[in-house]
């Protein structure tokens, strides 16, 4: 199939980053994320949009949250210039799911399955360096050095964001406003639902399989 429109849903630490980009490398098509999409439209025009700033990067440099009406049409614009796409980390809400409903038709929803404790395990186990980014886990991608970055010699480190409280506040965050986007999409005749359990190798088959059923 050439050019499939494909909507990746899981909640923090599923998966979705490293299946969006296999996504994007199998098919030839654009790996859509909501930051990307603001990092390279923050100079579009939303001065007819009644917001408090002319561009998106106005709301950036501020440290202001781009409001929803701009990060919709942002994405419209994103989608309107692929040819196929990986929608990853958007829409959010059920809101900004039925906004999408009027940008674009979905050839398959793929919603990756784990379960919250596990979530947890691999969040708050994860390490990044902090000179290059590079991510391990320190039971299921550990460097070869313990607290060393294989790429580049830095330090790893815990984000803020990853110890354990922080990890179940953004997983009830997910199962308040997104969790009810995976159950919108049920029904959808592209809708498959992947175990995010498996192995990366393993969710990708299941990945690839859904993909070449549905997307025509």
């Known amino acids: 199939m050439s050019n499939p429109r494909i909507l990746i849903l899981g909640p923090p630490g599923a998966g979705k980053g490293t299946q969006s980009a296999n996504l994007a490398d199998a098919y030839g098509v654009e790996h859509v994320t909501t930051g990307d999409a603001l990092r390279a439209n923050k100079d579009m025009d939303i001065s007819d949009m009644d917001t408090e700033y002319d561009t998106p990067r106005q709301y950036m440099e501020a440290g202001d949250l ?4 701009v990060v919709n049409a942002i994405v419209d614009e994103a989608l309107s210039q692929a040819d196929g796409f990986v929608l990853d980390g958007y829409p959010r809400n ?3 799911a039925e906004e999408l409903e009027g940008m674009t038709d ?9 379960s919250r404790e596990e979530l947890v395990d691999r969040l708050t186990g994860r390490r990044v360096c902090d ?14 050095e313990a607290g060393v970055c294989d790429e580049c010699g830095g330090d790893l480190i815990q984000r803020e964001d990853d110890n354990e409280e922080s990890v ?9 406003n997104t969790a009810p ?3 919108h999409y049920e ?6 639902a992947v175990d995010g359990e498996q192995t990366p190798d ?4 299941d990945i690839e399989s859904a993909v070449d059923a549905h997307a025509e």
């Open 94 to 96: 059920l809101e900004q």
């Open 106 to 114: 979905l050839d398959v929803i793929l919603s990756l399955d784990v």
């Open 66 to 69: 781009v409001p929803d009406a």
């Open 131 to 144: 000179d290059c980014g590079a991510n391990y886990h320190v039971e299921f991608n550990q460097p070869e």
């Open 202 to 205: 393993e969710v990708w088959a």
């Open 168 to 176: 179940r506040n953004r997983l009830d965050v997910f199962d308040e």
């Open 187 to 192: 029904d959808h005749d592209g809708f498959v």
């Open 181 to 183: 986007v995976i159950a």
